[in-house]
């Protein structure tokens, strides 16, 4: 599996890995994470980037019990050091609960890890729709 975000957040740290045909969240305390989710690809919601923009992102979504939590990552590629940036939407129905963006110079990201485990997995990025797809892939 390869690393997609590892930050803090506050005194917690947020994992997130994908790959193998699956994906991991885990949050809470190091070593000591409140929630963990492994799924598999196909059960995640997973947008690539577009190909556009001063920001080089990616975001992926675990669902549990009907909350939501949305990873993303984001790397300025206009700044010099590519600095980089991550968090976790929490979200259940249309209420946001929480808006998480980790602690600043913390975020260890790896950038496209999303859409090389989902290409891997045979899913292609339909940017008519902004997530990824099992249909065919266009050549």
């Not at 899913?123 to 050549?139: K, M, P, V």
Request: proline letters at 4%; hydrophobic letters at 40%.
């Amino acid at each position: 599996m390869d690393l997609v975000l590892n930050c803090q957040i506050g005194s917690k740290t947020i994992t997130v890995c994908a790959g193998e045909g699956q994906a991991t969240y885990a949050f809470g305390p190091l070593n000591a994470p409140e929630l963990e989710l492994v799924m598999p690809l196909g059960q995640v919601q997973a947008r690539p980037w577009p190909g556009v923009g001063r920001s080089i992102w990616e975001d992926i979504t675990f669902e549990n019990a009907g909350t939501r939590y949305t990873a993303w990552i984001s790397v300025d590629r206009m700044a010099e050091d590519l600095p980089a940036t991550g968090g976790v939407i929490v979200s259940h129905g249309d209420q946001k609960l929480a808006d998480l963006t980790c602690n600043a110079d913390t975020a260890n990201v790896g950038i496209f890890s999303i859409a090389d485990a989902m290409q891997a997995a045979g899913y292609c990025a339909d940017h008519d729709s902004g997530l990824y797809t099992s249909a065919a892939c266009a050549d």
